[in-house]
Nanobody, 123 residues
Framework: QVQLVESGGGLVQAGGSLRLSCAGSGRAFSSYAMGWFRQAPGKEREFVAT???????YYGDSVKGRFTISRDNAKNTGYLQMNSLKPEDTAVYYCAARLAVVFSTTPNMYPYWGQGTQVTVSS
């Protein structure tokens, strides 16, 4: 079992940067793959990035080259560094976790979720 809490969202101008944090708890935190998803009003929840405990990463096409996912297992914390932000990045961002058995970019394969943090990018 793992519990997740996101933080770091806010308002930023286009071209700016934000770093989101995902604080986790649970003795088996390091055994889970972590993911970031986002959802804008009226849109489907979108895969952003995932990272395995060993450090391998995978990104959605819309954020490649701009976002970086990382984790610090000693701190039970995951991060999403977002650079070169665009207005279309505006959404609620959620961190999620799953046992790292099967690769997945679909929300229904992640049983553990944080509450979300709002990111708004102005033009």
């Amino acid at each position: 079992q793992v519990q997740l809490v996101e933080s770091g969202g806010g308002l930023v101008q286009a071209g700016g940067s934000l770093r989101l944090s995902c604080a986790g708890s649970g003795r088996a935190f390091s055994s889970y793959a972590m993911g970031w998803f986002r959802q804008a009003p009226g849109k489907e929840r979108e895969f952003v990035a995932t990272i395995w405990s060993g450090g391998s990463t995978y990104y959605g096409d819309s954020v490649k080259g701009r976002f970086t996912i990382s984790r610090d297992n000693a701190k039970n914390t995951g991060y999403l560094q977002m650079n070169s932000l665009k207005p279309e990045d505006t959404a609620v961002y959620y961190c999620a976790a799953r046992l790292a058995v099967v690769f997945s970019t679909t929300p229904n394969m992640y049983p553990y979720w944080g509450q979300g943090t709002q990111v708004t990018v102005s033009s």
